[in-house]
């Protein structure tokens, strides 16, 4: 089972949102300034939660391994992932692991950062392509969902593997080696919702995405 989703939250409203979140939720919100923060990890949290109740699991748990992951303590087998942008969230989830970025296209970029935190044939590739811009976001989204996947996150430095796309579609070549064994197994969907980019890490090809609405969040 895989399902992922995502949702503009531009006009989510959080007085009608907020008595919906639980207690850990709230508390998060509280440490934000600015609503539209507020909305991104509000619209994150609600759209897992009608994701997961299309699927008939209800009243998740969420919780936090020690590297800093969640997950859903009383529901064995279900695996999630979220990630947020500007005015998008988007969520995955699956009985296996998965990992999954959204990113808004900046058409003002600094390339340069490519060459910082890129394999240097992945530079290559954004430098050569016709639209480069493009180029990179496709791959910066593919490089994050794959971090997410393996539960490392950020620990997971970005030189420190490489994204191939190649006839076959993507793959992943580790010079880790406590990651190599497993390089096979994932299989990498990409999404383009112009202007956002959407990479989803698995051991399932994704086909199929599905577009919600925010008043379907409440």
Same mark, same amino acid.
């Given at each position: 089972m895989i399902k992922v989703a995502y949702c503009n939250i531009k006009d989510l409203d959080l007085e009608k949102a907020y008595p919906l979140l639980p207690d850990s939720r709230k508390d998060k919100l509280e440490g934000f300034i600015f609503d539209s923060e507020k909305r991104l990890s509000c619209g994150s949290y609600l759209l897992l939660r009608k994701m997961l109740d299309d699927e008939d699991i209800d009243d998740p748990i969420i919780k936090i391994e020690d590297n800093g992951k969640p997950y859903i303590s009383n529901h064995?087998?279900?695996?999630?992932?979220?990630?947020?942008?500007?005015?998008?969230?988007?969520?995955? @989830?699956?009985?296996?692991?998965?990992? @999954?970025?959204?990113?808004?296209?900046?058409?003002?970029?600094?390339?340069?950062?490519?060459?910082?935190?890129?394999?240097?044939?992945? +530079?290559?590739?954004?430098? !050569?392509?016709?639209?480069?811009?493009?180029?990179?976001? !496709?791959?910066?989204?593919?490089?994050?969902?794959?971090? !997410? +996947?393996?539960?490392?996150?950020?620990?997971?430095?970005?030189?420190t593997f490489e994204i191939i796309d190649d006839e076959d579609g993507f793959k992943v070549r580790n010079q880790n080696p406590d990651l190599k064994e497993e390089e096979d197994k994932i299989k990498f969907s990409f999404f383009d919702l112009n202007p956002y980019k959407l990479a989803i890490s698995s051991e399932d090809e994704v086909d199929e995405i599905f577009e919600y609405n925010v008043e379907d969040l409440y």
């Open positions: 064995e087998g279900i695996c999630f992932n979220m990630s947020q942008s500007n005015r998008m969230v988007a969520c995955a @989830i699956s009985d296996r692991e998965i990992g @999954i970025d959204i990113e808004k296209k900046d058409p003002l970029i600094d390339l340069k950062i490519a060459d910082t935190f890129f394999i240097n044939s992945e +530079y290559q590739t954004v430098k !050569k392509s016709e639209n480069s811009i493009d180029e990179f976001f !496709k791959y910066w989204v593919l490089k994050e969902s794959y971090m !997410k +996947y393996t539960g490392l996150g950020s620990l997971l430095e970005t030189a």
